[in-house]
C-alpha cells in the first residue's frame, strides 16, 4: 500500500517531473521541479496558502510517482509531452492545438514551385511563414501564380518536358507551360525570383506592374483582362493592408496577451516576421481554476511553443513568468539561436502589447455573450416551455412519432433532448409488430409500451445485480413526454403511463391547418404559445427532429424490403434468379406484370419458377400495393 510519508522521504533532490494520480490510478496533475524532494512536498504542507483549484486537487491524490531528469530544461520538455498524451483534469490546458502553415519554395529546382505545407524541414528549398490561417497561405500562391505564372504541376522537369499536353492553366493563361519547353530556365527563374519577393513583402513593384499591364489592357479595349488586373491589384492592396502595422528592427517576434475570468481565458498572440505584423490568433484555455494571469501565461507559453514548428527570437509577454529564464534557455535549444523572453515597458512595443490585451479581452467578451446565447437556445428554451406549462425540474424531454404509407412498414421513433439538446446516443426506433394497417393510435400505444416496460424490467434486472440502474439502454425516463400530436395522442401516453404506474407529465404539440406548430396541450387544455420565442423555436426543433427520424428509419426498411420482400421470399427465387429477372425486366412492375411464358424465357428461369413468380404476385395484394407506392 501507498505511504504518503514515507514516499515523500524517499524523494530525490534532482530536477525531474512528478505525476499526481487519484483512487483511480487517473493522473489529475503533471508538473516539474528543479528539485523534487522540495517541490512535491510542498502540496502536503498545511501551512501552504494554495488557491482553491490546487486545494481541491490535493483532496483527489492518493499517491505520485516521478521521473527524474538530468536538468530542468529536459524536465520542461518531458512535462509538456506527458501533459499532452494524459491530459490531467487539474492542469491549466489549451482547447486546441494548431499546427501553423507555410509556403515551401522548391528553389533547388530547375523550374520551382510554391506549395503549401504544415511542416518546415531541413532540406534545400526556402520556407515563409508561419501564417496565421490556411486561407492565408492558399490566397499567397494563388496571387503568385495568377501574376507571376508560377507552375501548380508536379512534373519531373525538364525530364518529363513534353510527354503530356499544357493543363488548363496554361490554356486561361496562368502558366507558360516549361512542361512544354515553351519557357527557359532562365525567364522562369527571373519571374520566380518576383514571386518570392511578393511573399517577402515587397508589392511596390507587383503594384506598378498590374496598373500597367491594366492601362495597356484598357487601351486595347481588352476590357475583361483589365478587369481581371484591376482585382489583382485590389487583392495585392488588401494584403498590404495587413502589413501596415510595422516593428522597428525587423525582428521576428510573438506578442502574447491575456484575458481571463475566473473560470475562462483568452490568450492573445500577434505574429511579427520581419518587421511586419503577419496576422494574430487567439486561444482559449479550461481549467484555470482562479490561477493568475502570470501563470496562465506560462502555462501557455509552454504548450504552445511545444508544439508549433517555428520558434521567434523574441516572445513578448504581457506579465513576467516564473520560469521565463528555463523558457528560454529551452527555446534558444528548439531555435537553434538566442531566444529571449521579455515583458515590454514602453513606446511601440508596450503599445503593441496593449493592442494584443484589448483584442483577448474583446474575444472573452465575445465567447461569453454566445455561451449566453446558446444557454438561451437550449436550457433557457427549456425553462420557457416548462413555465407555460407550470411545471419544474425538466431536464430530460422524449418525443415520439409514427411513419408509414397505408400501414406498410409501420414504424416509431424516440428522439431525446437533455438541456435543451438533442442526445442521439439515446434516439430509439421500433418496428411495429401487433398493429396492421394505418392506425397511428395503436402503433404509439405499443411503442410507449414496449420503450417503458422494456425500461422497467431493466431497472428490476439491475438492482437485482446490485449494478447502477443508469447502465441500462431504456432505464433512464423523461421528465417530460413531448407528443408530435394533439389530444388524442397525449390521452394515448397517459393511459400506457397510468397501466405502468409512471407519473410523466405528458404534453402535445398541436400544430395547424399549414401543418405549423400552434400551441401546446397540457392537462386538457391547449396553451398558447409565443411563436417568435426560443421555447417556441426548441419545439419546432423537436419536432422536426422526431419526425425526420421516424421517416429516416421508414425509408431504410423500405429499401431494404424493396428487392428482398417481393423477389427473394418467393419460394425458388435466389441471388441469381433475382439478378436474372431485374436484368430482363429492369422493373418491377413488368414483372408483375409478365405473363409465365415471358418469365420462363429469362435466363436462368424454368416453368415451375416462372409459376411461383406469377402465383406470388397474382395471390399477394401487399406485394402489388407495394409497388405502387414505389411508383
Not at 403 to 413: H, R
Request: hydrophobic share 35%.
Amino acid at each position: 500500500m501507498f505511504n504518503i510519508e514515507e514516499e515523500l522521504k524517499k524523494l530525490p533532490a534532482k530536477p525531474g517531473v512528478y505525476l499526481m494520480h487519484d483512487k483511480k490510478d487517473a493522473i489529475i496533475y503533471v508538473g516539474k521541479a528543479i528539485s523534487l524532494k522540495n517541490r512535491v512536498r510542498q502540496y502536503f504542507q498545511s501551512s501552504r496558502h494554495v488557491t482553491p483549484k490546487i486545494q481541491q486537487m490535493i483532496s483527489h491524490i492518493d499517491h505520485f510517482e516521478y521521473i527524474i531528469t538530468d536538468s530542468e530544461v529536459e524536465a520542461l520538455v518531458l512535462e509538456n509531452n506527458l501533459i499532452k498524451e494524459h491530459l490531467p483534469k487539474y492542469n491549466t490546458m489549451l482547447k486546441d492545438d494548431k499546427t501553423y502553415p507555410f509556403i515551401r519554395a522548391t528553389v533547388y529546382e530547375d523550374y520551382p514551385r510554391l506549395i503549401y505545407c504544415r511542416q518546415q524541414k531541413k532540406d534545400k528549398s526556402r520556407y515563409f511563414g508561419p501564417f496565421t490561417s490556411q486561407g492565408t497561405a492558399k490566397n499567397a500562391i494563388e496571387m503568385a501564380q495568377k501574376i507571376y505564372h508560377v507552375r501548380t504541376c508536379n512534373r519531373a522537369l525538364p525530364k518529363d518536358e513534353g510527354k503530356q499536353r499544357p493543363c488548363l492553366n496554361y490554356h486561361i493563361k496562368q502558366c507558360d507551360a516549361p512542361c512544354q519547353g515553351y519557357i527557359s530556365k532562365e525567364e522562369y527563374r527571373k519571374k520566380f525570383d518576383k514571386a518570392l519577393k511578393l511573399l517577402e513583402g515587397d508589392y511596390r513593384e507587383v503594384i506598378e506592374v498590374l496598373q500597367e499591364k491594366m492601362q495597356k489592357a484598357s487601351d486595347n479595349l481588352e476590357f475583361e483582362d483589365a478587369a481581371n488586373y484591376r482585382d489583382l491589384i485590389e487583392s495585392v492592396k488588401k494584403v498590404e493592408i495587413r502589413q501596415k502595422i510595422t516593428d522597428f528592427g525587423g525582428v521576428d517576434r510573438d506578442i502574447i496577451a491575456v484575458a481571463s475570468t475566473n473560470e475562462e481565458a483568452v490568450v492573445q498572440v500577434f505574429f511579427v516576421r520581419e518587421g511586419k505584423m503577419i496576422g494574430r490568433d487567439h486561444f482559449y484555455l479550461k481549467g484555470i481554476g482562479g490561477d493568475g494571469n502570470d501563470e496562465i501565461l506560462q502555462a501557455f507559453v509552454k504548450q504552445f511553443y511545444a508544439g508549433t514548428p517555428f520558434i521567434p527570437r523574441e516572445v513578448m509577454v504581457e506579465y513576467e513568468i516564473q520560469d521565463s529564464h528555463l523558457i528560454e534557455e529551452w527555446l534558444t535549444q528548439r531555435r537553434g539561436s538566442k531566444v529571449s523572453v521579455i515583458v515590454p515597458q514602453k513606446g511601440q512595443k508596450e503599445r503593441l502589447m496593449e493592442l494584443a490585451h484589448k483584442n483577448a479581452a474583446m474575444v472573452l467578451t465575445q465567447d461569453s455573450e454566445k455561451i449566453r446565447r446558446e444557454e438561451e437556445r437550449t436550457s433557457g428554451a427549456m425553462a420557457q416551455i416548462c413555465g407555460w406549462m407550470g411545471i419544474k425540474g425538466v431536464l430530460r424531454i422524449e418525443s415520439y412519432d409514427i411513419s408509414n404509407i397505408n400501414g406498410f412498414q409501420s414504424v416509431g421513433s424516440m428522439v431525446v433532448f437533455e438541456n435543451g439538446k438533442p442526445k442521439k446516443s439515446d434516439y430509439r426506433k421500433f418496428r411495429i409488430k401487433t398493429v396492421q394497417g394505418p392506425d397511428d393510435y395503436a402503433s404509439m400505444e405499443e411503442v410507449l409500451s414496449r420503450r417503458f416496460q422494456h425500461g422497467l424490467e431493466e431497472r428490476k434486472n439491475l438492482k437485482e445485480k446490485d449494478w447502477n440502474t443508469d447502465l441500462g439502454s431504456f432505464t433512464r425516463f423523461p421528465d417530460l413526454i413531448m407528443m408530435d400530436g394533439g389530444k388524442g395522442q397525449v390521452h394515448i401516453a397517459q393511459q400506457v403511463l397510468d397501466k405502468l404506474g409512471l407519473a410523466i407529465p405528458v404534453c402535445g404539440m398541436v400544430k395547424d391547418d399549414k401543418h405549423r406548430t400552434r400551441g401546446l396541450f397540457f392537462q386538457e387544455r391547449e396553451i398558447p404559445i409565443e411563436t417568435d420565442s426560443e421555447g417556441f423555436h426548441l419545439m419546432t426543433r423537436i419536432q422536426d427532429e422526431v419526425h425526420r427520424f421516424a421517416i429516416e428509419y421508414h425509408r431504410s426498411l423500405r429499401s431494404k424490403t424493396q428487392v428482398r420482400s417481393i423477389l427473394d421470399d418467393i419460394p425458388g427465387i435466389g441471388e441469381k434468379r433475382r439478378k436474372a429477372l431485374m436484368r430482363y425486366f429492369k422493373e418491377l412492375e413488368k414483372i408483375r406484370d409478365a405473363s409465365v411464358e415471358e418469365l420462363a424465357r429469362v435466363d436462368t428461369m424454368n416453368e415451375r419458377a416462372a409459376k411461383q413468380v406469377y402465383e406470388f404476385f397474382h395471390n399477394n395484394r401487399q406485394s402489388s400495393a407495394f409497388i405502387e407506392e414505389e411508383k
